[in-house]
Structures are given as structure tokens and as C-alpha cells.
């Protein structure tokens, strides 16, 4: 009996299937279903969090480093803000939010190996992404380039187009480094390592704020050193996430550099593909409103207060960026563990607290709609510009506290070409030439392109997508899980 046993176990791990035989899941799986709610919602609130406070610190960190960037580059003068403002939200955004998307196939594959045990997988998976990411990066390069005369195409004012075009190419070194960085993270948040990487991006942020002020104030470098300084401090940032891989601190999941990352690169491509693109779909939607908004009246004004809003609407998404991060960790490690109850139940209290927060923030949002625009500028115009478009981001942090959470379901699953399909469909299909009609067949300027957006779009892709995860079967999406394994 026990030589017949062990025998099946042998067979079992060489089919790659072991975590279908781990007894200790199963066991742990019946124990959770038979506590009571309250203690499961505790128990998964813990593992939840394990990885969202990390990611909400890392993220929120990050983002910092754009917001301080613009922050510096705003109170130097109108023209300024929006140029800088048009090459971070548009350009750089544009390609990071593929790159990204990219990236978040590492967190699914990642995060379901971590789950069954097969840890070493974990650092071919990383050097795969970063072979990937950086080809992408490469062939993405004339965005930058000619960032000047894609601008122009799409109606931006001759010296916002022509300052943005010089701001983007001295952000190649920070697109470069994108490859590198999203990769190293999804990798650490993927086995619950989050708290590493909250605290070197929490120490980037604030070395990032001495060299901004060094390089516009002191050095009196102005626009452009305001750019040097972010791509000096995104490389402290992958440097130090590199350093802590390789240096001997992940001792199960990176064994060295290996032959192994070359093979494989097509089937990678294809998941990493179908990620970028059900991420970039939803990056590149905000940024459209943005190249709308430049071919309004009054077009730097409306630039600079609609970035603003953007800045902050993007400031507080990463908490359900956070969320993303950690719903798509923990449906994937349930996954792969066999346990597709699990799963579903983690999905269900990520969604419930990360619509608690964005309620939180819609509050707030209204209560200090007036002094929003401070933190940027100190023209009145703007000021009187932002204040009008409170309500609207206000919508918009509401919605977007549930959709982030439903996309990290669909991505911690392995759904991303579904997803992708409703994004475009959702975004481009009904929301962009809805904003169209909005904006300038019935005049209603930036408030009618961005409520229609709002409500065409994402209000639409969150209704598709929730639907999607309530009617999935979880338990045969754990049985996949396991056979892809």
C-alpha cells in the first residue's frame, strides 16, 4: 500500500501535477469552509493585505515620483505643465501601460507555480519577461523619437508639441528601465515578498525628491532636469529590486541566470501580448481623453487642468492598483493550489474592500475639490479650471475601485485575451465615439467627452466583467490551472 503510494506520488510530481496530490491544501481548503464567514473574511483579509499594503506603499510611491515630477515642472509656468504633463500621461504612459500589461502575465504565471510548489520555475519566468519586455521596449523607442510630429498629427498647440517631443526623448532612459523594473516586482509580489519592494521604492521616492529639487532649482536645469531626475531615480529603483534578486535573498525562486529563459520565449509572448493589450487598452483610454481635450479652445488650459485631475484621479487608483495586485496574487496561488472555492472567496473580499476605499476617496475628492489644483499650480485659471471637473473624477475613483480589482481576477485566472475583447470593445467601440458626439456634436466640451466616457466605457467593461466572474465555474478554473501547470 505505502510502495503503491509513493509510487503515484513519483508519477504525479513527473507529470508536473503534484499540487494535485498535496494533502495539506485539500485539508486546509475543507477547514476553511467549515469556519464561519466572519473568520474567513478575517483569515483572507490577513493574506489579502500581506500583499496590498506592500503594493498600496509601492505604488503609490511610484507614482509619487510622476506626480513630483510634474509637481516641479508645473510651478515653472503653464506651457511647462501641460508639455511635461502631455510626455508623461501620453507618451510614457502610452508605452508603460503595455509594458506593464506585459508584465502582469509574470504575476499570473508566477503566482500560479508559487501556488503548486514549483518554485523554481519562478526565475525562468523573470528572465523570459525581461527578454520580452526589452525587445518590446526597444521596438517601441520612435514613439519617443518622434514624439513631436505624433503630437502635432493629433492636434496639440505648436509649443506644447514641440517642448513634449524634447521632454520624451530624455525619458528613454526611464521607458528602458520599465522592462526591468514591473518584471522584478510581479516576480516578488507573486511569492509575498511585497514589503521589499514597498521599501526600496519608498526610499526612490524620497531620494527622487532631493534630486528634483537639485536638478531644476539648484542646478537651475529647468523642464529637462525635472525628466534627468526621474530616469536617475527609476534606475536607484530597478537597481536595488536587481540587487536584492540576484544577491542570494531569494534563495528557492532564483537560482542563476539560466539557459532555460531562451526556450519557450513564443508561448510567453503570446500570454505576455494578450496581457499588454487588456491592460494598454485601459492606460491608453484616459490618455485619448487627454490628445482630445489638446484640440479644444483655450487647449492649454484645458491640458493643464484635465492633467491635473488625471494626476490625482491616478494618485489614488493605485490603492486599487494595489487591490489588483493582490486579488491577482491570491486567486492565482488559490488556483494553483486546487482550490477554486478559495479563490472565488478571495475575489469576492478583495472586490468588498477596495470599493470601501474608493468610496472613502470619492468623499474626500468632493469635500476638497477647491484646493486639488494647488498641489500643481498656482494659476487661477487652472485652479477655476480643475474645480469644474471634480464631480467627474469623483465618478471616476468610484468606478475605478472596482474594475482594477475584477481585471487582477480575470489576469490571476488567466483570462487576459477575454478581458482584452471587453476592453476594446467597451472603451473603443462605445466610449471614445460616444465622447466624440458628446464633446463635439452637441458642444458639451471636456465635461461631455469625459462623462461619456465614463459612463460608455468603464462603467460598461466593469458591468461585463463582473458578470464574467460570477458566472465562471472556479472549480474548473482550478482544474485548469493545475493541468497548465
Given amino acids: 500500500m505505502e510502495e503503491g503510494l509513493k509510487k503515484h ?17 485539500k485539508d486546509e481548503a475543507n ?43 508645473g510651478h515653472l509656468g503653464d506651457v511647462e505643465l501641460a508639455s511635461i504633463s502631455i510626455a508623461n500621461n501620453v507618451i510614457v504612459a502610452f508605452n508603460f501601460g ?34 520580452v519586455l526589452l525587445l518590446a521596449s526597444i521596438l517601441l523607442l520612435p514613439m519617443y523619437i518622434y514624439a513631436t510630429p505624433i503630437l502635432k498629427l493629433f492636434g496639440q498647440p505648436e509649443d506644447v508639441a514641440e517642448l513634449s517631443g524634447l521632454i520624451s526623448i530624455w525619458f528613454i532612459p526611464q521607458h528602458l528601465g520599465i522592462a526591468f523594473q514591473c518584471s522584478m516586482q510581479r516576480f516578488l509580489q507573486s511569492q509575498l515578498r511585497s514589503d521589499v519592494v514597498a521599501y526600496i521604492t519608498t526610499f526612490t521616492l524620497v531620494f527622487h525628491v532631493f534630486i528634483s529639487w537639485l536638478m531644476v532649482h539648484h542646478f537651475q536645469l529647468g523642464v529637462i532636469g525635472a525628466a534627468v531626475a526621474l530616469d536617475i531615480s527609476w534606475w536607484v529603483s530597478v537597481f536595488g529590486l536587481l540587487i536584492y534578486i540576484v544577491g542570494g535573498w531569494c534563495p528557492l525562486t532564483w537560482t542563476g541566470f539560466s539557459v532555460e529563459a531562451f526556450s519557450g520565449l513564443w508561448e510567453f509572448l503570446k500570454v505576455s501580448s494578450a496581457s499588454g493589450i487588456m491592460l494598454c487598452l485601459e492606460f491608453w483610454y484616459n490618455r485619448i481623453l487627454l490628445l482630445m481635450t489638446g484640440n479644444l479652445k483655450n487647449a492649454t488650459i484645458a491640458v493643464d487642468a484635465l492633467s491635473i485631475c488625471m494626476s490625482i484621479n491616478g494618485w489614488e487608483m493605485m490603492i486599487p492598483l494595489a487591490f489588483l495586485a493582490s486579488s491577482r496574487v491570491r486567486v492565482a496561488n488559490e488556483l494553483g493550489a ?9 475575489a469576492k473580499v478583495s472586490l468588498v474592500q477596495s470599493n470601501i476605499m474608493g468610496i472613502i476617496f470619492c468623499v474626500l475628492i468632493l469635500i476638497f475639490h477647491q484646493q486639488l489644483a494647488l498641489i ?20 471616476t475613483i468610484l468606478l475605478n475601485s ?21 476592453n476594446l470593445g ?16 452637441f458642444n458639451f466640451g471636456v465635461e461631455g467627452i469625459w462623462g461619456a466616457m465614463i459612463f460608455g466605457g468603464t462603467a460598461l ?25
Fill in 98 to 131: 503595455l509594458l506593464l500589461g506585459m508584465a502582469t502575465a509574470l504575476e499570473t504565471l508566477c503566482g500560479q507555480a508559487f501556488g503548486a510548489k514549483r518554485y523554481n520555475l519562478l526565475g525562468i519566468y523573470l528572465q523570459r519577461s525581461w527578454i
Fill in 376 to 395: 500643481f499650480s498656482y494659476s487661477k485659471a487652472v485652479i477655476k479650471a480643475t474645480d469644474k471637473f471634480s464631480l467627474l473624477m469623483a465618478l
Fill in 9 to 25: 506520488l513519483l508519477q504525479a510530481d513527473q507529470n508536473g501535477f503534484k499540487c494535485l496530490i498535496d494533502v495539506h491544501h
Fill in 338 to 346: 486546487g482550490n477554486g472555492k478559495g479563490a472565488k472567496f478571495a
Fill in 461 to 485: 467593461q466593469t458591468g461585463i466583467l463582473a458578470v464574467i466572474a460570477l458566472r465562471r465555474d472556479w472549480d474548473n478554473e482550478a482544474r485548469q490551472a493545475i493541468s497548465h501547470g
Fill in 426 to 441: 467597451s472603451y473603443y467601440v462605445v466610449g471614445v465615439p460616444l465622447g466624440v458626439v458628446m464633446g463635439w456634436v
Fill in 402 to 422: 472596482i474594475q482594477p480589482v475584477l481585471s487582477g481576477i480575470a489576469i490571476g485566472s488567466g483570462w487576459q485575451s477575454l478581458v482584452a475583447y471587453v
Fill in 31 to 73: 477547514d476553511d469552509e467549515e469556519k464561519d464567514l466572519k473568520t474567513r473574511v478575517i483569515i483572507e483579509s490577513k493574506k489579502l493585505w500581506q500583499v496590498a499594503g506592500p503594493a498600496i506603499i509601492t505604488r503609490l510611491a511610484n507614482y509619487s515620483m510622476n506626480v513630483v515630477t510634474q509637481a516641479f515642472a
